[in-house]
């Protein structure tokens, strides 16, 4: 379709944003969000955890290095839509192989282009994160309920996969994993297997993993609250790292509560704090959902992180099992490579452990 159509993002507040369409040629409704990061437009818009969300960039100017063919996420984008300020036609970057716009195009993902990002930000600010519907028509009477809610069940593989190595194994449970963590994994010399996210404790067992790593992934952690007894079992049989949608279902395995943030955590510029040595590390983040700090069992986690900004919780680790978890990404892709060795520390635990499973206490 011709970069010059007119489109429109309603919010479900009222406020209007014109601009021109650009991607897909079609309507779509999502959760509109914002993420502060400068580079990396690729991976964000590929991350299976945007599923069934309206990206707005805040960085002015999208598409200035092209898309390439390696910094996929996922192979299929699942988001809802994207919100930019500046589209760049011309990139010029040495690995670029498709335009922007046109890697939009051929996900089937609709965008807007020449929106007021900066507006539409301070927007979702005072308002908290709000519905919208992208479209050819001011239309507010289409922001009703999403029908197709539970994203993860949409990202998560629906057959197990593996790949050898010579490496400890690792279960990589699937909740809509970035591509790049899979390949931290595999880079450590790491046996991976890829399992469903609803694949149980006994099908785990079978696997034989010396350890276990709860990806991230879209959406409301409750909406897997059948699964937390099987999450529980995992995490008490086998040496677990838990990242973004992984850390909150370990904490809610185990008692806690999560709550909706007013506009979530999106970008590679987070600064967190750990705990035991008082250094801050900037971190990459996206996620909407974080646990409650008062529901934190302290006779079972210690809390490891904490966010410099609003002080929210970080990170977890508990205090009889080789449990971690944390609420950012250490593969940080994109964004910053400062706790990389979260992911690296993990594995040498687990191959320091060897096939040791140690008792339920």
Known sequence: MSILQNGYLTLETGEVFEGVLIGADKDSLGEVVFNTSMTGYQEIITDPSYAGQIITFCYPIIGSYGINAIDNESITPALAGVVIGDLCETPSHYQSVNKFSEKLMQAG??????????????????????????????????LGPDNQSFWVDKVSTKKIQYFKNNGPHVVLMDYGFKK????ALLDENCAVTIVPYHTPYEKIKALNPDGVLFSNGPGDPMELKKWFPEIKKITQNYPTLGICLGHQLIALAYGAKTEKLAYGHRGGNHPVKELMTGKVKITAQNHGYVVVDESIDNKLFDISYRNVNDRSIEGLKHKNYPIQTVQFHPEAHPGPSDTEYILKDFITQIASMGETVYAIK
């Open 109 to 142: 993902v609709p965008g807007i282009a020449g929106i007021d990002t900066r507006l539409l930000v301070k927007t979702i600010r005072s308002r908290g994160t709000v519905k919208g519907y992208l479209s050819k028509t001011k239309n507010i009477d289409n």
């Open 180 to 183: 790049s963590i899979l390949n």
